[in-house]
């Protein structure tokens, strides 16, 4: 394989495995990110001479560990630290031989970025860098910020850790709930990411839907009787199911409403369901829930040949009440406009605050579709031209240019 490749695909798939590993071990976050990114870039000057390793992860933890206990001496740290480092190169060394994968903390990252000595706004942007590996403009992007602002909240937050001496490991059983809600939202985040490279033309997004059902995999592992996270699942598993159907073999955009349910998976769709119904067995409604119940009304179609779009409109009339996300809001319009008319569906998306949805793509696609819908196609082709400068993949572009050049056909909304 050509070394550049290898190293971003290391990257990309073992990120968040390398810096969790180390983080936990070193206790000191920045420390873990400095030493293995020092690591990637050893690798980018010694791979192309000397060929790609044939254990690339092994190679970059241990060129990590190695700067890390330098470092260590430089700073003349306490002797114990050094000492469980240089344990931790034995213990790797050992894994390293028998084959055997590194162990996989992140889980217990996510949970301490859940902490409770860490602001709230800035929890969630934290697992999606520390443990997922996106960058900050990204995430500022979809939290509405702006880089600068999410970069320094970012940075105050592993200050935080570092200075607070936060635990690094899974919490307490009864420190769980009260850090849960952050944990979800970073895994459905990253899936959300990923789920909208449609072509895959962002390395940076590649794998990351994958990365986001497995972590949801493992949650439910660790907390099997908690009903979020097994709705949690059920959401992604559900939006999974349909991935092979959102593009022709032409590679063009196909909506919601026009996919050949036929290319749906059937065994994703029954494991979604299954974790929907062990999730309604505690009794206990969420947003996950209630996020996956609404999949499931579009899963059905490919048993009944029809969505009960009214249905869906109360599930998010629910969805919104419990989480008024921009997402929620925008979903329940077009829910709306499917059950009971595209003035309706409009109406909803009017009252959502101008300030928040300027840069919302799904909101300017929506607000283009209901126009074309109503016979207002002068609006329609404004919102449509919002809509195309935002989109960031190119089947999807091509397909509002479509729609934008045919105002006046109606078609249905989803994704």
Not at 32 to 57: C, I, N, S
Not at 200 to 212: S, T
Not at 289 to 313: F, K
Not at 328 to 333: E, K, L, Q, S, T
């Amino acid at each position: 394989m050509n070394a550049h490749r290898a190293i971003e695909l290391a990257a990309r798939e073992s990120y968040g495995r390398l810096v969790a590993y180390l983080a936990v071990r070193w206790r000191n976050l920045e420390a873990a990110e400095d030493a293995l990114a020092d690591a990637f870039v050893a690798a980018l000057q010694t791979w192309p001479r000397t060929g790609v390793p044939d254990k690339p992860e092994a190679w970059l933890l241990t060129a990590a560990r190695r700067r890390l206990i330098d470092g260590a001496r430089r700073r003349r740290v306490q002797e114990g630290a050094a000492q469980e480092m240089l344990a931790m190169t034995e213990e790797a060394q050992r894994r390293a031989d028998m084959d055997r994968s590194f162990p996989d903390e992140r889980l217990q990252m996510l949970f301490l970025c859940a902490h409770p000595a860490i602001e709230a706004q800035v929890r969630t942007p934290l697992m999606l860098q520390t443990v997922l590996g996106m960058d900050a403009a990204r995430i500022a992007s979809a939290f509405v910020v702006k880089p600068a602002t999410m970069g320094q909240r970012l940075s105050r937050a592993k200050a935080k850790i570092r200075d607070a001496g936060l635990k690094f490991g899974t919490p307490e059983r009864d420190e769980l709930p009260q850090r849960l809600q952050a944990v979800l939202e970073a895994i459905y985040a990253a899936y959300g990411h990923g789920w909208d490279d449609l072509t895959g033309v962002d390395p940076r997004r590649q794998g990351l839907a994958e990365e986001a059902i497995y972590l949801g995999r493992l949650l439910v592992r660790f907390m099997p009787d908690e009903p979020e996270a097994q709705g949690l699942l059920a959401s992604m598993l559900h939006g999974e199911a349909r991935r092979s159907a959102r593009m022709d073999e032409a590679g063009t955009y196909v909506p919601l409403l026009e996919q050949d349910v036929s290319l749906w998976s059937s065994a994703m769709i029954e494991e979604a369901e299954r974790c929907l119904s062990r999730a309604a067995q505690a009794g206990r409604i969420g947003r996950f829930q209630l996020e996956a119940a609404i999949q499931s009304v579009h899963a059905d179609r490919a048993r009944s040949g029809r969505t009960e779009w009214e249905s869906n409109a109360l599930l998010y009339e629910g969805l919104v009440r419990l989480a008024p996300t921009i997402g929620a809001m925008v979903g329940r319009a077009a829910a709306v406009a499917e059950a009971r008319g595209a003035g309706e569906g409009l109406a909803l998306l009017e009252a959502i605050p101008g300030d928040t949805v300027r840069d919302y793509q799904p909101y300017w696609a929506l607000r283009a579709h209901l126009f074309m819908w109503s016979g207002r196609d002068e609006e329609a082709r404004e919102a449509y031209s919002r809509a195309i400068g935002l989109s960031t993949d190119p089947a999807v572009r091509e397909f509002l240019k479509r729609q934008a050049a045919t105002a006046g056909e109606v078609n249905g909304v989803g994704n």
